[in-house]
Each structure stands twice: as structure tokens, then as C-alpha cells.
């Protein structure tokens, strides 16, 4: 089974930056997406960015610039470097892989918490 380890979370104030940081233990194909969502208390997790196995990314409107993801095909490692943090930025960050063929498999990543408060 495919283990997802994630870090880099914590508290940062209001236009600080955090780099989270998420690597897979193994993967059963080559072809995958990873990425980060996003969850905050009594709210729907949603995207925040993704990048496919060939390098192409998307990120949430929300995201305005601030965020980039990056990913290190070689390790199954993917990073998610967020500046200009807001307080709407408070949530738990969780990493995601999904295969990208068909019949592929998705994993989840047991979260880490983003804080941003003054």
C-alpha cells in the first residue's frame, strides 16, 4: 500500500510563507497526479493545486499567485511553497495522489495544519 507523509505545516502570520512538503512511499504506476487539498472546519475540502506526472499544473482562483507547486517525480515527492499567506489560508493540508490511467488508485495524505494568525 502506498503511504503519503506530509510536513511543513504550523502557524505563520499573515503574509508569512510555508513550504509543505509530501512524499509517497511507493507508487504502482508511473502515471499519476499529485497534489494538495484543503480542508477548514464544517467546510468541503477543495483543490488547491495539482501537477500531473508530465509537469502541468492548476490551481485554484484562490491561490492568486501566491502558491507554487513543485514535485520530485524521481522521489514521489511533491512541495507546495505558499507565501503571502491570508487567514483564509487556515486549514488542514492534505496531499493527494491519484493514478492517471484507468483503474488507477488514489491516496490520501493524513493532513497537516496551516495556521496563519497574528
Known amino acids: 500500500q502506498v503511504q503519503l507523509v506530509e510536513s511543513g505545516g504550523g502557524l505563520v502570520q499573515p503574509g508569512g510563507s510555508l513550504r509543505l512538503s509530501c512524499t509517497a512511499s511507493?507508487?504502482?504506476?508511473?502515471?499519476?497526479?499529485m497534489g494538495w487539498y484543503r480542508q477548514a472546519p464544517g467546510k468541503q475540502r477543495e483543490v488547491v493545486a495539482t501537477m500531473t506526472s508530465d509537469g502541468s499544473t492548476n490551481y485554484a482562483d484562490f491561490v492568486k499567485g501566491r502558491f507554487t507547486i513543485s514535485r520530485d517525480h524521481a522521489g514521489t515527492t511533491v512541495y507546495l511553497q505558499m507565501r503571502s499567506l491570508e487567514p483564509d489560508d487556515t486549514a488542514v493540508y492534505y496531499c493527494?495522489?491519484?493514478?492517471?490511467?484507468?483503474?488507477?488508485?488514489?491516496?490520501w495524505g493524513q493532513g497537516t495544519q496551516v495556521t496563519v494568525s497574528s
Open positions: 511507493r507508487i504502482i504506476s508511473r502515471f499519476y497526479t
Open positions: 493527494h495522489i491519484a493514478g492517471e490511467l484507468r483503474g488507477g488508485t488514489a491516496f
